[in-house]
């Protein structure tokens, strides 16, 4: 049994993730920022261990992450930064405080739970890091600039701490999912996501449960040999 953490746990990826883990018998927390009903209903379902937490501001981030460490009854062994926030508009109307939110929740906040996390891997000799990036942030989406800049960002911060944290016998890997049928796309009408099906080689959307299985492969034993990789779960759209 392992001390897992998951970010954006409360519905969707995030949601599938800490089921997935919960079902391995694992002892799990999550984070989640607004959404109590959600989280009540996560936590009642699979046992685990609920954390309200605006991500996108690291002094909150920093006071909780105490309660987690005693919750758990120690410092997570497997952490999968998730939460993600998007915005979908022409770059030129991007404000300032658009932009540093999306960096700030997408991607500060996963370098900073890195940060508080490696300490004890480090000690232990042993950890499991996994990033939720996007498909848009290896290929780039029109209209969502901010976000698929930061989910490039998560890229660089996995394959720098994975040459980092390698000889502590951690590993850092990256899930790219594609169009997955989360609240994240419910802004999209059926026709549109038809056509985003039609576009994926294997003419379906994704899942939160085909991302789950991945995070969890990469946070178990068969992966140890696994690091600094960024694995598309996108049914072959960003090919």
């Known amino acids: ?5 998951v970010t954006g746990g409360s519905r969707g990826i995030g949601a599938a993730t800490v089921k997935a883990f919960a079902e391995k018998g694992h002892r799990v927390a999550f984070i989640y920022h607004t959404n109590h009903a959600a989280a009540t209903r996560v936590a009642a379902e699979t046992g685990a261990l609920p954390f309200s ?12 992450w105490p309660q987690i460490v005693a919750a758990l009854g120690g410092a997570p062994e497997i952490l999968v930064n998730n939460a993600g926030v998007s915005d979908t508009r022409l770059s030129r109307d991007v404000d300032d ?20 996390a490696q300490v004890s891997m480090i000690a232990n000799g042993w950890g499991r890091i996994v990033n939720i990036g996007s498909m848009w942030g290896k290929v780039g989406a029109s209209m969502e600039v901010a976000y698929s800049a ?30 997955i049928q989360t609240d994240m796309n419910s802004c999209y009408d059926e026709a549109t996501l038809a056509a985003l099906a039609d576009e994926t080689p294997l003419c379906r959307l994704g899942t ?24 598309g779960v996108d049914g072959g759209f960003a090919i």
């Open 150 to 179: 930061a989910k490039a960002g998560l890229r660089g911060l996995t394959m720098a701490l994975a040459k980092e944290l390698g000889p502590s016998g951690i590993t850092v890997n990256c899930v790219e999912p594609g169009v």
């Open 53 to 64: 937490c605006d991500l996108a501001d690291t002094a909150a981030l920093d006071a909780v």
């Open 1 to 5: 049994m392992k001390r897992v953490l």
């Open 97 to 116: 405080a658009t932009w540093q939110r999306l960096l700030n929740t997408n991607l500060t906040a996963a370098f900073a739970l890195c940060r508080l």
């Open 208 to 231: 939160p449960e085909d991302v789950a299985a991945a995070v969890a492969f990469l946070a178990s034993n068969e992966a140890a040999f696994i690091t600094g990789q960024c694995l």
